[in-house]
């Protein structure tokens, strides 16, 4: 697997071998300020940001971390991903617009993902296409905590390397955290592009260790399970029926 998820579009590192079980049970709040070269009013809504962690399991419902408005809720589970898409409203735009689709299932999905030891080991190997992790030995505090430095190395179609930096905790969360590309633990601090010239900065300003239960992991009722290639494929449905009406 090579390719940066914002599933997710997304929508994010890793290690071999057996996994570890980190016992940190709480959340953590990060700020969002804008820090690119052109100014962005970050709307109130998305000023702040939460997670929350249990042993290897990271649970968020923020838009920022889902990668998506159509995202209500992702879990991270050990090297499994869950995540809750609510379609019913890009369901209803395309049925006042007379479309019709193939797919006539459920608008409330639940996609589950689970990464294959071969897809963890390829996160660390050096590439020039998709992308890459490198674990760098620098460290810095964030928030009280001793947070380690890694660099995405993402590349365009060109072979352009265009390198992201994140500050990470490897005592928080799993082995390897795909709601963060497969980093090690969680992200205390990276930074994300929103526009030409401007960039918003994610910092956690808050780790609140404890309060977080296991029943507090739970994913909400009422979605149906989809496999990836009917999602995928679901999905490239609705893309093109947007696209032609956009064009209309």
Same mark, same amino acid.
């Given at each position: 697997?090579?390719?940066?998820?914002?599933?997710?579009?997304?929508?994010?590192?890793?290690?071999?071998?057996?996994? +570890?079980?980190?016992?940190? *049970?709480?959340?953590? /709040?990060? @700020?969002?300020?804008?820090? %690119? &070269?052109?100014?962005?009013?970050?709307?109130?809504?998305?000023?702040?940001?939460?997670?929350?962690?249990?042993?290897?399991?990271?649970?968020?419902?923020?838009?920022?971390?889902?990668?998506?408005?159509?995202?209500?809720?992702?879990?991270?589970?050990?090297?499994?991903?869950?995540?809750?898409?609510?379609?019913?409203?890009?369901?209803?735009?395309?049925?006042?617009?007379?479309?019709?689709?193939?797919?006539?299932?459920?608008?409330?999905?639940?996609?589950?993902?689970?990464?294959?030891?071969?897809?963890?080991?390829?996160?660390?190997?050096?590439?020039?296409?998709?992308?890459?992790?490198?674990?760098?030995?620098?460290?810095?505090?964030? +928030?009280?905590?001793?947070? *380690?430095?890694?660099? /995405?190395? @993402?590349?365009?179609?060109? %072979? &352009?390397?265009?390198?992201?930096?994140?500050?990470?905790?490897?005592?928080?969360?799993?082995?390897?955290?795909?709601?963060?590309?497969?980093?090690?633990?969680?992200?205390?601090?990276?930074?994300?592009?929103?526009?030409?010239?401007?960039?918003?900065?994610?910092?956690?300003?808050?780790?609140?260790?404890?309060?977080?239960?296991?029943?507090?992991?739970?994913?909400?009722?009422?979605?149906?399970?989809?496999?990836?290639?009917?999602?995928?494929?679901?999905?490239?449905?609705?893309?093109?029926?947007?696209?032609?009406?956009?064009?209309?």
């Amino acid at each position: 697997m090579k390719k940066i998820m914002i599933l997710a579009a997304l929508a994010v590192f890793a290690v071999s071998g057996v996994m +570890a079980q980190n016992k940190f *049970k709480g959340s953590i /709040i990060y @700020s969002v300020t804008s820090t %690119g &070269e052109v100014p962005y009013t970050v709307p109130a809504d998305y000023s702040t940001a939460e997670i929350k962690v249990f042993e290897d399991k990271v649970l968020t419902s923020s838009v920022l971390f889902t990668g998506s408005p159509l995202v209500n809720n992702v879990l991270i589970d050990g090297h499994k991903q869950y995540t809750c898409w609510d379609l019913s409203m890009i369901m209803m735009y395309l049925q006042q617009n007379d479309v019709e689709l193939d797919y006539s299932g459920s608008n409330k999905l639940l996609l589950k993902v689970e990464y294959t030891q071969a897809q963890i080991d390829s996160l660390t190997i050096p590439c020039t296409e998709g992308y890459y992790i490198e674990y760098v030995n620098e460290t810095k505090t964030i +928030a009280g905590k001793t947070a *380690k430095k890694a660099v /995405i190395h @993402s590349f365009k179609d060109d %072979g &352009e390397d265009n390198p992201i930096t994140m500050w990470y905790s490897d005592e928080m969360g799993p082995d390897v955290n795909f709601l963060f590309n497969g980093l090690r633990g969680v992200a205390l601090e990276y930074a994300m592009p929103v526009g030409e010239g401007q960039q918003l900065t994610l910092t956690a300003t808050d780790i609140k260790s404890g309060k977080v239960k296991s029943v507090d992991m739970l994913l909400p009722s009422g979605y149906d399970n989809i496999s990836v290639e009917d999602f995928g494929a679901l999905m490239n449905e609705i893309g093109e029926e947007m696209k032609y009406l956009q064009e209309e």
